[in-house]
């Protein structure tokens, strides 16, 4: 079956650095994304990876590895306004979108 | 300004009784997009479109339709909900299936069944 995996809740503190990390087993592979969700609200895009190494974009990064079947988000300088929930998707080779369940970033003061 | 739009935002039924959503968009993508999401869990997809072309997902309830009149709009209706369909629903648009294309979902309509 399909399957992705990532921590269901992690904690850290405003100004440090985070990294939520997420495994898949898809039907093939075209493409692993990260979506942003703050509570009660809609997921937005963070980034995608469809080629192994890290993608920068600001304080988020995102890091991908074909073979192993891993990917993280590495978010930097956190702010309060990160809290949320950050989801893992991995595009199947249907071109469907399988999804995380999303992890649940709490930040300190 | 949103680019997807989805209405009502909270939808209050009764058991049983027949509840509509609606979602427009102005990004004249190709593929909307209808998902469930209970809370803490991923989004299920229910149906997407792929232009007029109607795609079921195979473990989507007949107690749920959809409609989609042209380009810009789409509707999901629960002929009859029951309790285990409280959750929100998003609307969600792309303008392709394939490679870096995005989802650009909307607000979501919460909807409570009593």
């Known amino acids: 079956g399909q399957n992705i995996d990532q921590p269901t809740e992690m904690t850290a503190t405003e100004g440090a650095i985070v990294q939520i990390n997420c495994t898949y087993q898809t039907s093939g592979f075209n493409g692993l994304f990260w979506y942003q969700q703050h509570a009660g609200e809609a997921p937005t895009f963070l980034s995608y990876?469809?080629l192994d190494g890290l993608e920068e974009k600001g304080r988020f990064s995102s890091f991908l590895s074909r073979s192993k079947g891993y990917s993280y988000l590495l978010l930097k300088e956190l702010q309060m306004k990160d809290s949320a929930s950050y989801l893992c998707?991995?595009?199947?080779?249907?071109?469907?979108?399988?999804w995380g369940a999303g992890t649940k970033l709490i930040i300190k003061p | 300004d949103a680019m997807v739009i989805q209405n009502p935002r909270y939808q209050v039924t009764q058991f049983g009784k027949p509840v509509t959503l609606s979602c427009s968009q102005t990004?004249?993508?190709?593929?909307m997009y209808w998902y469930q999401q209970k809370s803490s869990q991923a989004p299920k997809l229910l149906f997407h479109?792929?232009?007029?072309?109607?795609?079921n997902e195979a473990d989507t309830p007949d107690n749920f339709q959809s409609r989609r009149p042209n380009t810009s709009f789409c509707f999901l209706d629960i002929r009859s909900p029951g309790l285990g369909d409280a959750a929100m629903y998003l609307c969600?648009?792309?303008?392709?299936?394939?490679?870096?294309?995005?989802?650009?979902f909307g607000a979501g309509s919460r909807l409570t069944v009593l």
């Open positions: 998707a991995s595009r199947d080779s249907n071109y469907q979108l399988i």
């Open positions: 990004l004249n993508h190709n593929v």
């Open positions: 969600a648009t792309s303008s392709g299936n394939s490679g870096a294309n995005v989802l650009t």
């Open positions: 479109y792929y232009d007029k072309d109607f795609n």
């Open positions: 990876n469809v």
